[in-house]
């Protein structure tokens, strides 16, 4: 029951993110150009089970992961959004994941130990401004933060310009893919959007 109940809810988050224009238009693939070398497939198909996840438990399926380490040595945990599933208002998927990797690693000072350039977040739709300030004051480093589909406008507010700078770094894909390949397997958003889905 509660998974129909928030059906309708998906499908006016996702118009917004990513149109509603009635009109069949072709999806732009170029973007996939766009994406890291250090994104690797298994750290998108952790975003895709996150955002699996999340659904089944009744949330706004976002997805994000956390690799820490190297191919030698690499640890990666996922978030997803627990919001409503749990009450929890600072429950969304970046936060998550970041506190995942914390849980992981030992500890805080464990994680604070890693050397920077060694962790990488991905997520599937933009980070809110309260997930970019938790990512900041846990020093992820812009440039290996990856986006897939970035919607949101530019935040004007003067108390988040310093996140708005490190936003600017984030790896912007502009890459659909991952959002549709999971909706389009949904009836709802088939019907709704039979454009998006060829």
């Not at 438990?57 to 996922?78: F, K, L, N």
């Not at 938790?134 to 949101?152: E, G, N, R």
Request: with cysteine; proline share 7%.
């Amino acid at each position: 029951m509660r998974s129909q109940s928030i059906q309708p809810f998906l499908i006016v988050i996702l118009c917004a993110l990513i149109g509603c224009n009635t009109h069949p238009i072709p999806l732009p693939r170029t973007a996939l150009a766009a994406r890291p070398i250090w994104l690797t497939p298994s750290m998108v198909d952790s975003v895709r089970s996150a955002m699996e996840r999340g659904e089944k438990a009744g949330e706004v399926p976002v997805g994000a992961c956390i690799s820490i380490g190297t191919d030698t040595g690499r640890v990666i945990v996922t978030g997803y959004n627990t919001t409503q599933s749990k009450g929890d208002a600072a429950g969304h998927a970046e936060i998550n994941a970041l506190t995942k990797a914390i849980a992981a690693l030992g500890g805080v000072s464990r994680f604070s130990a890693i050397h920077r350039d060694s962790i990488f977040l991905v997520t599937s739709f933009e980070p809110c401004p309260m997930c970019a300030g938790a990512m900041a004051m846990w020093k992820i480093t812009p440039s290996h933060t990856a986006v897939f589909l970035p919607k949101l406008p530019e935040w004007k507010m003067p108390e988040l310009e310093a996140v708005q700078q490190l936003r600017d770094g984030w790896i912007l894909t502009g890459d659909d893919t991952l959002q549709l390949e999971f909706f389009c397997h949904r009836v709802g958003f088939r019907e709704a959007f039979p454009q998006k889905c060829r």
